[in-house]
């Protein structure tokens, strides 16, 4: 069983920073993929960045310069680090897992994250 767990989130006005942090518990084989996905109200569930096991990254366009996305497969941690954070910005922000082998993917609970003055 995995169990996906994001922490992080919260209100923070324009400009500013936030960390998001996700942890995977449970026993599986290895992961093989994890990123950052977002919805905000109204909207379709959005990539926002993701990070392979070689440590290769990729991001949405409309964070590229202000997200940057870590992660340790040894420790199944990852990370987004936010800056420049801006209104629109404002979503739920879900850490996303796939499981190598069975090519299962696994949501966390979301964490939300809120940019206003």
């Known amino acids: 069983q995995v169990q996906v767990v994001e922490s992080g989130g919260g209100l923070v006005q324009p400009g500013g920073s936030l960390r998001l942090s996700c942890v995977v518990f449970?026993?599986?084989?290895?992961?093989?993929?994890m990123g950052w996905y977002r919805q905000a109200p109204g909207k379709q569930r959005e990539l926002v960045a993701g990070?392979?096991?070689?440590?290769?990254?990729n991001y949405a366009d409309f964070v590229k310069g202000r997200f940057t996305i870590s992660g340790d497969y040894a420790k199944n941690t990852v990370y987004l680090q936010m800056n420049s954070l801006k209104p629109e910005d404002t979503a739920v922000y879900y850490c996303?897992?796939?499981?190598?082998?069975?090519?299962?993917?696994?949501w966390g609970q979301g964490t939300q994250v809120t940019v206003s003055s």
């Open positions: 996303n897992v796939r499981v190598g082998r069975t090519r299962h993917e696994h």
């Open positions: 449970g026993s599986f084989y290895r992961l093989d993929a």
């Open positions: 990070i392979t096991t070689s440590g290769s990254t």
